[in-house]
């Protein structure tokens, strides 16, 4: 299942569906070994937000809307920038945005762990966890999904519901729940990860959602 761009997602929305969206940040500067705790001040680029207003133009369909981050500062201004492209005031500045510490790292059983990972080769440790669903430092995957996407049900209570997360926590969910599939050199873009169609008589639908270009950053 490829990615969906924006415009196709919202096309295809049911009669009596509301919308999650569950996104990474906009762009940001490549993080570096230098910068103090692995990169999580690190903020959106000048074109992140207009990345990020382009996709709130993209949702003014919609009657009202909230706006959940993680809260590291480069996903509570993507969400505030996306709230403020569509008017809705009560979440346009990071402050505003609901921050939930779980979507920060929500994958991770063993913050130790996970730290070492990430001074060691992340990436490496990534895709043998999305091979296996398990992996040392690790929640398992298809327990973690599962729980992943009833947060996400649970306070998704508006006709648009926006969800702002990193790369790390939004690919293990998208490998479990479509088929989308990732590889070394062919990564998840900002602004992409999953359409959540929910309705009170059907189960989630989910749908691999492109926020920029064809969903993947290419190295």
């Given at each position: ?22 996104i990474r940040h906009a ?85 130790k762990e996970y730290e ?68 070394p050199n062919r990564w ?32």
């Amino acid at each position: 299942m490829p990615f969906v761009s924006l415009s196709e997602v919202v096309a295809s929305q049911q009669k009596g569906e509301r919308l999650a969206l569950l996104i990474r940040h906009a762009e940001r500067r490549h993080i570096l070994p230098t910068d103090a705790d692995y990169g999580a001040h690190v903020r959106i680029t000048e074109q992140g937000h207009e990345q990020a207003a382009n996709v709130g133009k993209a949702l003014t369909s919609f009657a009202s809307a909230q706006y959940f981050s993680s809260p590291v500062m480069r996903c509570l201004e993507t969400a505030s920038t996306i709230a403020k492209a569509r008017g809705d005031e009560a979440f346009n500045i990071p402050e505003k945005v609901i921050p939930i510490q779980r979507l920060a790292e929500f994958y991770v059983a063993d913050f130790k762990e996970y730290e070492r990972l990430l001074r060691e080769g992340f990436y490496e440790a990534i895709f043998d966890y999305l091979a296996t669903g398990k992996a040392l430092g690790f929640l398992p995957i298809a327990e973690a999904s599962q729980e992943f996407l009833n947060l996400i049900v649970e306070n998704s209570t508006e006709p648009l519901n926006v969800f702002v997360s990193h790369d790390a926590w939004i690919v293990p969910f998208l490998t479990h729940f479509t088929e989308v599939r990732f590889a070394p050199n062919r990564w998840m873009n900002f602004l992409s990860g999953a359409a959540i169609f929910l309705s009170e008589k059907t189960p989630p639908r989910i749908i691999p959602v492109a926020g920029l270009g064809d969903g993947y950053l290419r190295f």
